[in-house]
């Protein structure tokens, strides 16, 4: 299957500081990529949706000046924790749209720990 | 408002037998779904995925099934492995529009199979 990769994989960050996530498609071409949240034994919350070229858009609920989505090129978007608190800390996924398809490959994650 | 509803949060085979992770859905509108398993700490992987076309969908040991009528999909794996023991989500996604691509999960179901 196609391969989707996340930088970094952990991350420990202080109160207050900003943490970009970087979320790439190696092996194909994604104009559709989406960020997930995952909280401690549920299931993936969808953020965002990042669309190459094009503002992101944002569930409800999700801060979009606190979780900043900058879909660069298509093969990387990445996602920017700004002013980051404790309870941002989680499990931060991002997925890529095959071209033409409504098949989603998932990158490895990032766990984000804010102290 | 749980759009796609896994109800068994566990199962527990035996090595060689059949297991059936069941999946019911509300919104009529969701046209196309798939199947992903999870190891903690990871990104989903994706196993097989149907659409609502279709009410069956085979590949190798994974095949999932689509009612319609009752808006209820299940993924049989058989035989069951050991290496198969993981959390799967269901996901669900509709055709088109501002919401193409952007997968609903279920809870997720931890399957264990046992040697």
């Known amino acids: 299957g196609a391969v989707v990769s996340q930088h970094p994989s952990r991350v420990i960050c202080k109160s207050g500081t900003s943490v970009k996530i970087e979320c790439r498609s190696l092996?194909?071409?994604?104009?559709?990529m989406f960020w997930y949240r995952q909280f401690p034994k549920k299931s993936l919350m969808l953020m965002a949706t990042?669309?190459?070229?094009?503002?992101?858009?944002?569930e409800q609920g999700v801060e979009k000046d606190k979780f900043l989505i900058n879909h660069a090129s298509l093969t990387l978007s990445t996602l920017t924790v700004t002013s980051a608190h404790p309870e941002d800390s989680s499990f931060y996924i991002c997925?890529?749209?095959?071209?033409?398809?409504?098949?989603?490959?998932f990158g490895p994650g990032t766990r984000l720990t804010v102290t | 408002d749980q759009q796609v509803k896994q109800n068994s949060p566990s199962l527990s085979v035996q090595e060689g037998r059949i297991s059936i992770l069941n999946c019911d859905y509300t919104?009529?509108?969701?046209?196309?779904f798939l199947w992903y398993k999870k190891y903690p700490a990871e990104g989903p992987t994706f196993l097989i995925s149907?659409?609502?076309?279709?009410d069956k969908n085979e590949d190798g040991r994974f095949t999932v099934f689509l009612n319609k009528s009752a808006k209820h999909l299940s993924l049989h794996i058989v035989p069951s492995q050991p290496g198969d023991s993981a959390v799967y989500f269901c996901?669900?996604?509709?055709?088109?529009?501002?919401?193409?691509?952007?997968?609903?999960f279920g809870q997720g179901t931890i399957l264990t199979v046992h040697p």
């Open positions: 990042s669309n190459e070229g094009s503002k992101a858009t944002y």
């Open positions: 092996d194909f071409q994604a104009t559709t």
């Open positions: 996901a669900a996604t509709k055709a088109g529009g501002t919401s193409y691509g952007k997968l609903t």
């Open positions: 919104n009529s509108m969701f046209d196309y």
């Open positions: 149907i659409s609502s076309i279709k």
């Open positions: 997925s890529a749209l095959v071209l033409s398809s409504y098949e989603q490959y």
